[in-house]
Nanobody, 126 residues
Framework: QALLVESGGGLVQAGGSLRLSCAASGFTFSGYNMGWFRQAPGKEREFVVGVDWSGKSQYYAASMKARFTISRDNVANTVYLHMNNLESDDTAVYYC???????????????????WGQGTQVTVSS
């Protein structure tokens, strides 16, 4: 059974940084592309960034590229989201996601991802 468990969320001041982690189990991690989405209250789930199975290619939402970085460790079965210079608009629940390396469809659509974590809350105070 696939399981994704996010951690690292919390309360941070505007301009600060956080690193989110997502530990994966129950599937062959190195055969899956990984991603991060977020959802603010009253808003739809929004794509943040994705990384291919090898870690060599990253795909960013245009507004995230300057401040967010994704990385993965295929030995530790973990994907990370490094967030810098956080803003109040970054306040949301952040979700880790996984899809097979050969899945089709744009990374940006939540429906194209197979597995989801339970989410971790990030709150940025201004």
């Amino acid at each position: 059974q696939a399981l994704l468990v996010e951690s690292g969320g919390g309360l941070v001041q505007a301009g600060g940084s956080l690193r989110l982690s997502c530990a994966a189990s129950g599937f062959t991690f190195s055969g899956y592309n990984m991603g991060w989405f977020r959802q603010a209250p009253g808003k739809e789930r929004e794509f943040v960034v994705g990384v291919d199975w090898s870690g060599k290619s990253q795909y960013y939402a245009a507004s995230m590229k300057a401040r967010f970085t994704i990385s993965r460790d295929n030995v530790a079965n973990t994907v990370y989201l490094h967030m810098n210079n956080l803003e109040s608009d970054d306040t949301a629940v952040y979700y880790c996601s996984a899809r097979r390396w050969d899945a089709t469809g744009t990374f940006g659509l939540a429906g194209n991802w197979h597995y989801w974590g339970q989410g971790t809350q990030v709150t940025v105070s201004s």
